[in-house]
């Protein structure tokens, strides 16, 4: 089973940039399917994104369209998450989380999930 540690939040001001990190290990993350996942107070998860075993990307909130983008490095054991154009509104707890399968929009479909990375979005 996959086990996952994602880092890399902090504190930006609006229209900064972060880059979260979710690291792998047990098994490769070549067969897993990775999604990103963010909680606020008060708020649903909402699964952001994923990328798929074969490297494409599928984006489900229209937060992440134009403005984060998923990749993968299969050969560091590592997927990453780059954020652009940051909002006060996206102050989140994000989270990486992983299932052996294909994307899914449903949060509870991922088996393995990081302890997630504080993202505070202030000026």
């Known amino acids: 089973q996959l086990q996952v540690v994602d880092s890399g939040g902090g504190l930006v001001q609006p229209g900064g940039s972060l880059r979260l990190s979710c690291a792998a290990s047990r098994t490769s993350v070549a067969n897993y399917a990775i999604a990103w996942v963010r909680q606020a107070p008060g708020k649903e998860r909402e699964v952001l994104l994923c990328?798929?075993?074969?490297?494409?990307?599928?984006k489900y909130s229209d937060s992440a369209k134009g403005r984060f983008t998923a990749s993968r490095d299969n050969a560091k054991n590592t997927v990453f998450l780059q954020m652009d154009n940051l909002e006060p509104g996206d102050t989140a707890r994000y989270y990486c989380?992983?299932?052996?399968?294909?994307?899914?929009?449903?949060?509870?479909?991922?088996?393995?999930w990081g302890q997630g990375a504080q993202v505070t979005v202030s000026s």
């Open positions: 989380a992983a299932r052996r399968a294909f994307c899914s929009p449903s949060d509870d479909a991922f088996t393995s």
């Open positions: 990328n798929s075993r074969i490297g494409t990307t599928i």
